[in-house]
């Protein structure tokens, strides 16, 4: 009985700790947004309610209150009113609470390391919890971070061969995660380009992974690099949109 008394304090503490660390990486990731976030704190979801329960259409209002009542609607609950989204009626998530939220959710979907499904299983309940702020857990998640996934052989595919016959006619692009490693200067993710051909490869250290500034990570690359005729990535919205359009230029 001892044992199993221990076995839970300590899995109390590693989640105490677990929590502590991705709540001082979202800290560090909201001072770096110039949006304000989805996630609103206890104190703003209690305002947020006494102004709907308080709401008058006649009586005289501030722009912010209008779009939070178009934005939410209560509904009420066995206890109290709760916030709801008004077009999707997902519960309102808040920064107090996003942990638990993505920690219950992770869980039940056996610890998928892919933020898409993550985000898909937190999404079917709840509302403003971004893709960076999944990302940050599953950064963290003991379970995820040191394991590695087992390929079932029933889902193995034969492999095609892709033949580069010479320097420039192909290269990769990735990103590597290493928000867990954080630098003091606020570098968090690495840009990998590699030729095909010969395996050279480019790095550059990245502290946002926007479209805009991996575009300007990859131009400085193609500066020095034996531009390619096939540009490959894993079409990630980083690599879109902005990025493709400084490419162009």
């Not at 001082?24 to 770096?32: F, I, M, P």
């Not at 290269?171 to 840009?191: C, N, P, R, V, Y």
Request: glycine share 4%.
């Amino acid at each position: 009985m001892s044992s199993d008394s221990e076995q839970e304090d300590n899995n109390k503490t590693a989640l105490r700790l677990q929590k502590q660390q991705f709540y001082s990486l979202v800290d560090k990731r909201l001072a770096e947004m110039k949006t304000t976030s989805k996630l609103p704190t206890e104190t703003q979801y209690n305002e947020y309610l006494q102004l709907l329960r308080t709401w008058e259409p006649k009586a005289k209002r501030t722009k912010k209150d209008y779009r939070i009542e178009i934005k939410y609607c209560l509904v009420a609950g066995p206890d109290s009113a709760a916030l709801r989204k008004k077009d999707s009626m997902q519960k309102v998530a808040t920064y107090e609470s996003v942990f638990d939220i993505i920690h219950s959710k992770h869980e039940k979907i056996s610890h998928a390391r892919d933020t898409r499904k993550n985000k898909a299983a937190v999404e079917e309940e709840f509302y403003g919890v971004t893709q960076d702020v999944i990302d940050i857990y599953l950064s963290v998640c003991p379970k995820c971070a040191g394991s590695t996934k087992v390929i079932k052989a029933a889902k193995l595919n034969p492999l095609k061969m892709i033949y580069s016959p010479s320097i420039g006619c192909r290269a990769q692009m990735d990103l590597i995660d290493m928000t867990s490693h954080e630098t003091k200067d606020g570098f968090k993710w690495i840009l990998v380009y590699v030729d095909h051909h010969c395996g050279f490869r480019h790095v550059a250290a990245l502290k946002r992974k926007t479209a805009k500034e991996c575009g300007d990570a990859l131009i400085a690359i193609l500066g020095v690099a034996v531009i390619p005729e096939i540009l490959q990535s894993d079409n990630g919205k980083e690599f879109l949109g902005w990025c493709l359009k400084l490419i162009r230029k």
